[in-house]
């Protein structure tokens, strides 16, 4: 399996404007994760879902932020209208149910001007 | 709340010598896991070690063991004989029964030639 495959890897874009981040979880893992990284914050879970379904969206910071897993090999996070506060790297990780580690992708740097 | 807390935001050693990082967690959960994650300047979250709850003995990866005091909630990282490519933040993790992953705000560390 090729690990978590997230897209795009950096991403800029105008205050005001929409961003997709996209997410492949390692096949067969029940659980993803998205997370949002920043110096201030650290890693910050923004929400999670098993088995497509999402569990707590808790740390989703605002209504502009949206997440879906329409199956178990794709997901998406959504911004919408973006601010320059939102920019972070936004990592997604799937795993097996809590015996095992969360696998990471390589995350998306997103910067918002 | 379930929290992960490292107090040291940054650390610096001499190669070769042996350096730990702390970490303490709040939980009422008696059955949980923790890891450290170490994420290098490419960004990427690598697993460096885990520890079940109901264990008592420490875990231990050739260079990198743990002190797991349970009842004192602390899960201290161990790198001995430290090398240039250990340079990167450590983020201690916990998680629950719910299997949500919460991260600690991370330790930067430096290994210094």
């Known amino acids: 399996d090729a690990g978590v495959i997230q897209s795009p890897r950096h991403e800029v874009t105008e205050m005001g404007q929409e961003v997709t981040l996209r997410c492949k979880p390692i096949s067969g893992h029940d659980y993803l994760f998205w997370y949002r990284q920043t110096m201030m914050r650290g890693l910050e879970l923004l929400i999670y879902f098993n088995n497509n379904v999402p569990i707590d969206d808790s740390g989703m910071p605002e209504d502009r932020f949206s997440a879906k897993m329409p199956n178990a090999s794709f997901s998406t996070l959504k911004i919408q209208p973006s601010e320059p506060r939102d920019s972070a790297v936004y990592f997604c990780a799937s795993s097996f149910p809590r015996i095992t580690e969360a696998f990471f992708g390589q995350g998306t740097r997103l910067t918002v001007v | 709340a379930q929290t992960v807390t490292q107090s040291q935001p940054e650390m610096s050693v001499q190669e070769a010598e042996t350096v730990t990082l702390s970490c303490t967690y709040d939980t009422s959960e008696n059955n949980y896991y923790l890891f450290w994650y170490k994420q290098p300047p490419s960004r990427q979250m690598i697993l460096v070690i885990r520890q079940e709850a109901y264990k008592q003995q420490n875990a231990t990866e050739n260079r990198f063991s743990v002190n797991f005091q349970k009842a004192a909630k602390s899960f201290s990282l161990k790198i001995s004989d430290s090398q240039l490519g250990d340079t990167a933040m450590y983020f201690c993790?916990?998680?629950?029964?719910?299997?949500?992953?919460?991260f600690g705000k991370g330790t930067r560390l430096h290994i210094l030639p």
């Open positions: 993790a916990f998680i629950d029964r719910d299997d949500k992953i919460i």
